[in-house]
């Protein structure tokens, strides 16, 4: 059977053409797939490819949660495919995180919203920090330690030589639970405390530690445990 073609299709149905006619921004999330995916396989379009991916996963924040090995098992989606995907949802986390530094952080909402552009899919345990100035500006946003699917590893000497480096007035502590239930646990209770006296020793102020679950977060400033 002859390959299907996108350029066969009317052209006011073709994605590119369609990103050039009405804009990006006015594209179906099945269209801007399509246009990094670029070819389909056999009787399947591009087009046909991202209607099928988005089926399987429902979303495009459950697609950028996938791994080069998740996306492969799509047909007509390879390694080079998968690469570019991935890259195309880095860049979009990337440019997030510039537009989000220098913003001034004056509750734990304003560091939530920082935190979900850093933590937003992640299928491991992240712990990073906020690097704030004396006027709680954002300097800066380092990550501490990735963990497995379920715990991260903190070292508090490495996350205070780093704020030390950025010559931090103030850190916020946050890491994400895979899980989706930004609950804290017992050892993230006792890892905070510890953190917090350290940073009363080296005149860091510990503001806050806010755990980021699925559509949700935890302060636990605003729970008056720190």
Not at 172 to 179: E, G, K, Y
Not at 192 to 195: G, Q, Y
């Given at each position: 059977?002859?390959k299907?073609?996108?350029k066969?299709?009317?052209?006011?149905?073709?994605?590119?053409?369609?990103?050039?006619?009405?804009?990006?921004?006015?594209?179906s999330?099945?269209e801007?797939?399509?246009?990094?995916i670029?070819?389909?396989?056999?009787?399947?379009?591009?087009?046909?490819?991202?209607v099928?991916l988005?089926?399987k996963y429902?979303s495009?924040?459950?697609?950028?949660?996938?791994?080069v090995?998740d996306?492969?098992?799509?047909?007509?989606?390879?390694?080079?495919?998968?690469?570019m995907?991935?890259?195309?949802?880095?860049?979009?986390r990337?440019?997030?995180?510039?537009?989000?530094?220098?913003?001034?952080?004056?509750?734990?909402?304003?560091?939530?919203?920082?935190?979900?552009?850093?933590l937003?899919?992640?299928n491991?345990?992240?712990?990073?920090?906020?690097?704030?100035n004396?006027?709680?500006?954002?300097?800066?946003?380092?990550?501490?330690?990735?963990?497995?699917?379920?715990?991260?590893?903190v070292?508090?000497?490495?996350?205070?030589?780093?704020?030390?480096?950025?010559?931090?007035a103030?850190i916020?502590?946050?890491?994400?639970?895979?899980?989706g239930?930004?609950?804290?646990?017992?050892?993230?209770?006792?890892v905070?405390?510890?953190?917090k006296?350290?940073g009363?020793l080296?005149?860091?102020?510990v503001?806050?530690?806010?755990?980021?679950?699925?559509?949700c977060?935890?302060?636990?400033?605003?729970?008056?445990?720190?």
């Open positions: 059977m002859e299907k073609k996108i066969d299709m009317p052209k006011y149905l073709r994605p590119r053409e369609r990103g050039l006619d009405v804009g990006m921004n006015n594209l999330d099945q801007v797939l399509a246009i990094i670029r070819c389909g396989y056999r009787e399947h379009t591009a087009l046909d490819v991202s099928n988005l089926h429902g495009l924040k459950n697609i950028n949660k996938l791994t090995e996306l492969c098992k799509i047909k007509g989606i390879g390694k080079d495919k998968s690469l995907l991935m890259a195309a949802f880095e860049i979009g990337r440019s997030t995180i510039e537009k989000e530094h220098k913003k001034q952080i004056l509750s734990s909402k304003d560091a939530s919203i920082v935190l979900e552009s850093n937003r899919g992640l491991k345990e992240h712990f990073l920090i906020l690097i704030l004396t006027k709680n500006f954002l300097i800066g946003i380092e990550t501490i330690s990735i963990g497995s699917l379920n715990s991260s590893i070292h508090p000497r490495e996350l205070f030589k780093t704020a030390i480096n950025k010559s931090a103030g916020i502590l946050a890491h994400n639970h895979p899980s239930d930004a609950t804290p646990s017992k050892e993230d209770i006792e905070t405390k510890r953190i006296n350290g009363q080296l005149g860091i102020d503001i806050d530690h806010i755990i980021i679950g699925d559509n977060y935890y302060s636990f400033k605003e729970e008056k445990i720190i």
